[in-house]
């Protein structure tokens, strides 16, 4: 089975700063997605991006970009111009292709200081 | 449109009951997943509906555990004999099949305590 690591359990990062929270899989295959979820205190899992991993572009959405390396498969998030609202716990995931199986890491919590 | 449902939101049972846990999908997802997620850790995965086909219960810890999807839709997750180590928020989500980069979306999740 596919195993999806966030070795950050904690970050924190100063409002208006940039943060990298790291992501790193293992597969056998060569085709499948990734996503990264927030999780605010609200415990609502939110969707912040995705990536197709046969996409060479890294996925953005506004603030928020990731840094595939598939060959490293590593699928980090970075978050610019940190906000208040940032703070929340992140989640990696991993879908396979040819299944429906979805495989989440352990989460980081990122703490933003005012 | 409407997200997923779950209902209740908060759950407190005494141990050794049984409690049923509602989760409404988003209309015309065909992949209903249940995730278990304990005080400050990650998603545990119990049970995934696809379709019409047999559910994938690999996830689920015991046998006190079983979960049922009625008509494509609807799914209740059934706990008997409660413990105390079953308290956790219960999260439902749900996808489409057929489009491989469809996110989970996720409802707000039951949160269980049993005391």
């Given at each position: 089975a596919q195993t999806v690591t966030q070795s950050q359990p904690e970050m924190s990062v100063q409002e208006a700063e940039t943060v990298t929270l790291s992501c790193t899989y293992d597969t056998s295959e060569s085709d499948y997605y990734l996503f990264w979820y927030k999780q605010p205190p609200s415990r609502q899992m939110i969707l912040v991006i995705r990536q197709e991993a046969y996409k060479q572009q890294n996925a953005t959405e506004n603030r928020f970009s990731v840094n595939f390396q598939k060959a490293a498969k590593s699928f980090s998030l970075k978050i610019s111009?940190?906000?208040?609202?940032?703070a929340a716990m992140y989640f990696c995931a991993y879908r396979t292709f040819t299944g429906n199986q979805f495989y989440f890491g352990t989460g980081t919590s990122l703490t933003v200081i005012p | 449109g409407a997200g997923v449902s779950q209902s209740p939101s908060n759950k407190v049972t005494e141990k050794g009951k049984d409690v049923e846990l509602r989760c409404d999908p988003i209309s015309g997802h065909t992949a209903l997943y249940w995730y278990r997620q304990s005080l400050g850790q990650g998603l545990e995965f119990l049970i995934y509906f696809q379709g019409n086909s047999a559910p994938d219960k690999s996830g689920l810890p015991s046998d006190r555990f079983s979960a049922e999807r009625t008509g494509g839709s609807v799914s209740t997750l059934t706990i008997q004999r409660t413990q105390q180590e079953d308290s956790a928020v219960y999260l439902c989500a749900s996808s489409f099949?057929?489009?491989?980069?469809s996110p989970l979306h996720f409802g707000n999740g039951t949160r269980l305590t049993v005391t």
């Open positions: 111009d940190s906000q208040l609202g940032d | 099949l057929d489009r491989h980069n």
